[in-house]
């Protein structure tokens, strides 16, 4: 296994971003010295990753300090016991079920779909995978359930979680008061101040949230902060990691914890219409939601799977958060992915308004399915995702995350290409309630003041 520093594993410090050129120059450069390796076999779905932990044979694996070495091979461990246990499977299932919700719709927008009829009379069916429904309103309950009931198989008692836009630090609250166990949020002090509520909810849930003033004060900041603590507690303490990044095996159990979403989209899709979705689309920043989708359909190759990253002030300024379009391979917490980072391999601070995309990397797997061509990857802006936040409202009565507004958004470009029918399920994988307040910082008109 690979060891390095604890730097390595949290980020290197940062500094300012080179112009887009030189970054697509030196991504471009990478690739190729990358693909001049011998190339791997294209595995199926449950062959993923390889022993080492790795996506084709390139992203992915394990970057981190000897003291984890042991904590993730026994993580590695329980979690391959409780896929075989199906004891631990029924409990799983049986809380999806009636603490969870689950199964989540799979709605018909017709609305939204109407808006995007074309002069000929022709229009794409858009249908929802409603997430937001979950308890805790997102998708990020169906890993914190999971992890919790392994953490409760390897005798652990404290658990820690880092959270970007507080869902994931509201779900990990959530099951450690019913699970009894002590909970620990690290958030970046920015993001405490456009996630309030959800701040209140995880301490009203019994969580300590502490802030993370270094850096950006943002999600990449409270990963280093969580990754430090569990190095410094490894016995004692379980760390919840929140997406499909990180060292193995967290890419491959939480996305198995996900990947819930896409088997229920299967199933549902054969019963609504006798076939498989078209075209997925979700948001992603480290790609969980995402994952969780596409996962099922990856050897469909007649499905179109499309990602949706945040491309905040435009990805021809250093505002952006637009790993897959301009990231090139590093490592970053502990993992070998693609990154946000300057020509000296130092991470560049990312934007979005999005707390929850405000990342400057990304799932391995997520840069492996990039890298064969199975999977394509955009960016949209703050201002389109604030329009797709208001017009989905209005549309359909749904407030979606801000996250899910950038997949929103970008149906403003896919519909006008694609053939009369098709159809398209797009990933509602959080609810917006807890973004209205920052919302109405950019939306004033809606909140009683001056229209722009």
């Known amino acids: 296994m690979q060891a390095v520093s604890s730097t390595c594993l949290a980020g290197a410090p940062v500094r300012q971003a080179p112009r887009q050129q030189r970054r697509q120059q030196q991504r471009l450069q990478q690739r190729v010295a990358c693909t001049m390796a011998p190339e791997a076999p294209r595995l199926g779905k449950e062959q993923r990753p390889d022993s080492t932990g790795r996506f084709g044979g390139m992203f992915g694996g394990r970057y981190v300090p000897e003291t984890l070495i042991v904590a993730l091979d026994e993580l590695t461990a329980a979690y391959r016991e409780a896929q075989n246990d199906p004891a631990f499977k029924a409990e799983l299932d049986g809380l999806l079920k009636d603490y969870v919700g689950r199964a989540s719709p799979l709605y018909h927008a017709d609305r939204l779909s109407e808006h995007f009829r074309r002069p000929d009379g022709s229009r794409p069916e858009i249908y929802l995978k409603r997430e937001d429904l979950n308890h805790t309103g997102a998708h990020k309950i169906n890993n914190s359930l999971g992890q919790a009931l392994l953490c409760k198989r390897m005798g652990k008692k404290r658990i820690i979680a880092e959270t970007g836009a507080g869902q994931h630090g509201v779900a990990t609250a959530t099951v ?255 609810r917006g309630d807890k973004d209205v307040t920052n919302a109405a910082n950019y939306l004033p008109h809606l909140a009683g003041g001056p229209k722009p």
């Not at 959800?198 to 019994?206: A, D, I």
């Not at 300057?342 to 990397?361: F, R």
């Not at 329009?387 to 995350?401: K, T």
Request: with cysteine; glycine share 10%.
């Open 176 to 430: 450690c008061a019913k699970a009894g166990l002590e909970c620990i949020v690290y958030m970046g002090e920015k993001d405490m101040e456009r996630q309030a509520l959800n701040v209140f909810r995880m301490r009203l849930l019994g969580a300590e949230v502490r802030p993370v003033t270094s850096g950006t004060r943002t999600l990449k900041d409270a990963t280093s902060e969580a990754i430090r603590d569990w190095v410094t507690n490894v016995e004692t303490t379980h760390y919840i990691l929140g997406s499909v990044a990180g060292p193995h095996p967290f890419p491959m159990m939480v996305r198995d914890f996900h990947a819930v979403i896409g088997k229920e989209t299967r199933a549902q899709a054969l019963e609504k219409w006798g076939g498989k979705p078209d075209i997925l689309v979700a948001c992603v920043g480290g790609g969980s939601n995402a994952m969780g989708l596409f996962h099922e359909f990856v050897e469909d190759e007649d499905v179109r799977l499309i990602g949706v990253e945040a491309g905040g002030h435009g990805v021809d300024t250093p505002m952006h958060a637009a790993t897959m379009t301009l990231g090139t391979p590093g490592v970053l917490h502990g993992s070998y992915s693609l990154l946000i980072q300057d020509e000296e391999g130092q991470v560049v601070d990312p934007h979005s308004i999005s707390a929850g995309l405000d990342y400057p990397g990304v799932g391995p797997e997520h840069s492996f399915l990039q890298e064969i061509g199975r999977a394509e990857y955009h960016a949209v802006t703050d201002d389109d995702a604030l329009d797709a936040f208001q017009l989905v409202s209005r549309l359909e009565g749904i407030i979606p995350a801000l996250e899910t507004s950038h997949a929103f958004a970008y149906l403003e470009k896919l519909c006008p290409t694609v053939p009369d029918g098709t159809r398209i399920v797009l990933n509602c994988s959080g």
